[in-house]
T-cell receptor
């Protein structure tokens, strides 16, 4: 389940389950949205992006959904594996601005 | 390509000491960034640069300075270290029109 508070929001899942990580954004002018994965002790790494003229984009085992009406972004990970355990960040920004705004992040814990 | 490299990986400073965090990228990226990441939090932008000779403040620039004399290097300088600067520092770069940021492995700094 999820817990939100002073600590990083956390999502705990069993290996093999599908995971859904959510991100709310505030800037209605944002044109691009990116998901990053940060493993413990490492820098963030690009996973997938989506532009505002799309509502869904699929990658390898990952799908990003964009709902501009409610300013909501989600990352779906299929058949979650222990190697998916990490903190996931969303980032967003207006087209032509290369200064994105990062969300606080969600910690995904995958139990074998 | 080595990508984005940062040195040192770890450093402990006493209050009032100064140091330079090094960042180098070999991808010929125009934009470079410095972020800090506090425990359980997202990334906060300290400074960024759109090209050699051009730098600009981000969200939390106080207590830091940067320079960009070459495309490859973007060092971050702490002049009078304070405990509030204890954090993990990440350097990143972008080559427009792509919005994907490439991050270095980070420098963990402790000021006591």
């Amino acid at each position: 389940g999820e817990s939100v508070g002073l600590h990083l929001p956390t999502l705990s899942v069993q290996e093999g389950d599908n995971s859904i990580i959510n991100c709310a954004y505030s800037n209605s002018a944002s044109d691009y949205f990116i998901w990053y994965k940060q493993e413990s002790g490492k820098g963030p790494q690009f996973i997938i992006d989506i532009r505002s003229n799309m509502d869904k984009r699929q990658g390898q085992r990952v799908t990003v959904l964009l709902n501009k009406t409610v300013k909501h972004l989600s990352l779906q990970i299929a058949a979650t594996q222990p190697g998916d355990s990490a903190v996931y960040f969303c980032a967003e920004g207006p087209g032509g601005s290369y200064i994105p705004t990062f969300g606080r992040g969600t910690s995904l814990i995958v139990h074998p | 390509n080595a990508g984005v490299t940062q040195t040192p990986k770890f450093r402990i400073l006493k209050i009032g000491q100064s140091m330079t965090l090094q960042c180098t990228q070999d991808m010929n990226h125009n934009y470079m960034y410095w972020y800090r990441q506090d425990p359980g939090m997202g990334l906060k932008l300290i400074y960024y640069s759109v090209g050699a000779g051009i730098t600009d403040k981000g969200e939390v620039p106080n207590g830091y300075n940067v320079s960009r004399s070459t495309t490859e290097d973007f060092p971050l300088r702490l002049e009078l270290a304070a405990p509030s600067q204890t954090s993990v520092y990440f350097c990143a770069s972008i080559r427009p029109p792509s919005y994907e940021q490439y991050f270095g492995p980070g420098t963990r700094l402790t000021v006591t």
